[in-house]
């Protein structure tokens, strides 16, 4: 088993001569993606107690769901033999075809749900593939197409970050009940409720800015006292460890940190009773914007930068280089850092390297677990 994940690994990862059109490499990755999803979701809808997120249950039941996930798993198959007709290392082909297979046998697109295991606990399986496959048929082409850095898909540590993404999608039950548990205390323990009502009876729009304005000032202070505060900083430093900046690498994060961080910044938007509506638009865009300022894109994007954080100026926070050092801490609204003198962008400029300094974090997703009590 070992021999045969390095030899995908390597597949993978292969230089960019094995990866040009028509030697079975692109084939191999979308058919082996398609087959992992297919394979995915299939064991999902038949154990959605533990499987699968409640959000997304309306998503099986309709009509088009399992027509599309019938075609998911025939192109997956499709193209591992397109894989296995071209390409002479033969491994993705294979392990694709053996995804397919092992979904067909236990029932494909017409496998049955069962209501075992409903306990009321369950696993992220489905959110972690929708979640995933969702930003890369977003982000991928937006990285191939409009790259800054010339580097692949499956990059330094790629399969660190991608591990940080499955973890934290897996666990979404846990996580959000644990982020969410001090605004649904305080809002239980205030009596608000003409504010509340007051908050709720503004335009959407107008809810959406004041949401906006509010997380981001909240998470400026947090997010700063993680980098002066030593011991905050022990977390935060699995976040800054990525050495290459793209979609993914937004995902490496300490679950300490993710707690503490999300429990922090929603506060405001929960206890002041703004509408659903206006959370869940303000949602969505967090979750797109969050990746976008990460990925490896080289937009000139000039006119927004007053407005709205972009890519070079999150790239500066995760600069290796002196002056890049505690700044650019705003998430949302640069002028935050301008008013608290940490703003820094300096003309076209983007950082040279990212990481920190001397590479103190040890690679690995249980040693950077452990990394912020080493000394504890």
């Known amino acids: 088993m070992g021999k045969l994940r390095q ?47 409640p959000m997304l249950h309306d998503l099986y039941a309709q009509a088009g769901f399992r027509l599309a996930l019938h075609l998911i798993l025939i192109a997956g198959f499709a193209l591992a033999v ?16 053996t995804a397919v297979l092992v979904a067909t046998l236990l029932g494909g697109s017409h496998v049955e749900s069962s209501g075992a295991l409903q306990t009321g606990y369950y696993i992220g399986l489905d959110w972690f593939l929708v979640n995933l496959t969702l930003l890369g048929i977003v982000f991928i082409p937006l990285e191939r197409l ?13 399969r660190a970050d991608l591990f940080y993404f499955l973890i934290n999608s897996l666990l979404v039950q846990v996580l959000t009940w644990l982020s969410l548990a001090p605004a649904t205390t305080l809002t239980a323990e205030t009596n608000w409720t003409a504010l509340r009502a007051l908050m709720a009876s503004q335009p959407l729009w107008l809810q959406v800015i004041e949401i906006m304005v509010l997380t981001d000032l909240v998470q400026y202070w947090l997010h ?4 002066r505060i030593p011991f905050l900083w ?21 679950v300490m940190e993710i707690v503490a961080l999300r429990g922090v910044t929603v506060i405001p938007m929960y ?28 937009f000139d994007l000039r006119w927004l930068r007053p407005f709205i954080a972009t890519p070079q100026f999150h790239h500066w926070h995760h600069g290796i280089e002196k002056e890049a050092i505690d700044v650019n801490f705003a998430v949302q609204f640069p002028f935050l850092d301008r008013l608290f003198g940490t703003h820094h962008l300096p003309g076209d400029r983007w950082p040279t390297g990212y ?22």
Do not use: C
Not at 23 to 40: D, I, N
Not at 224 to 227: I, N
Not at 355 to 376: D, E, T
């Open 82 to 97: 397109l894989n296995l007709i071209l390409r002479q290392q033969k491994i993705m082909g294979f392990a694709a075809a």
């Open 355 to 376: 990481g920190v300094g001397g590479h103190p974090v040890p690679a690995g997703y249980l040693r950077q677990l452990a990394y912020p009590f080493r000394g504890a």
């Open 146 to 158: 409009f790259a800054r850095v010339d580097q692949s898909m499956f990059r330094f540590e790629w």
């Open 271 to 298: 206890v002041l009773g703004y509408d659903p509506w206006a959370l869940k638009i303000y949602i969505l865009y967090v979750y797109l914007h969050s990746t976008f300022i990460h990925s490896n894109v080289r």
């Open 7 to 53: 030899a995908l690994r390597a597949d993978l990862e292969s230089a960019a001569p094995d990866r040009a059109f028509g030697t079975g490499w692109f084939s191999g990755v979308v058919g082996l993606a398609l087959g992992l999803l297919g394979l995915g979701l299939v064991v999902a809808l038949s154990l959605p107690g533990l499987f699968s997120m």
């Open 224 to 227: 700063r006292s993680f980098h």
């Open 234 to 254: 022990n977390f935060h430093a699995v976040h800054h460890s990525t050495r290459a900046m793209d979609w993914l690498a937004g995902s490496r994060m300490h």
